[in-house]
């Protein structure tokens, strides 16, 4: 079992910066990958980025460019540096940690951080 707390989140006028960050309970090295999703009110969830065991990184287009996700080993941590913030990034953002066992892989999330941004 993984346990995750997200702490970060908050209210941002449009062009401004947070960062999120995502405890975990367990070594990053034992998580096969990790990454942030995000949902709006009457809109589906989707991956904002992702960052797998090697360091591999993928992010949603829409956030190419503004948004980093980083992983500090010794900390159990990983961040979600948010920069250049529009309207449209206003989501529940939750933090996942996948982990695989042989053929089995379970889910984690975190319980999730408001961000808002403001125009």
């Known amino acids: 079992q993984v346990q995750l707390v997200e702490s970060g989140g908050g209210l941002v006028q449009a062009g401004g910066s947070l960062r999120l960050s995502c405890a975990a309970s367990?070594?990053?090295?034992?998580?096969?990958?990790m990454g942030w999703y995000r949902q709006a009110p009457g809109k589906a969830r989707e991956l904002v980025a992702l960052?797998?065991?090697?360091?591999?990184?993928n992010y949603a287009s829409s956030v190419k460019g503004r948004f980093t996700i980083s992983r500090d080993n010794a900390k159990n941590t990983v961040y979600l540096q948010m920069n250049s913030l529009k309207p449209e990034d206003t989501a529940v953002y939750r933090c996942?940690?996948?982990?695989?066992?042989?053929?089995?892989?379970?889910?984690?999330w975190g319980q999730g951080t408001q961000v808002t941004v403001s125009s």
């Open positions: 367990r070594s990053l090295f034992s998580i096969n990958a």
């Open positions: 960052i797998a065991s090697g360091g591999i990184t």
């Open positions: 996942n940690a996948r982990v695989v066992n042989g053929p089995s892989e379970s889910d984690f």
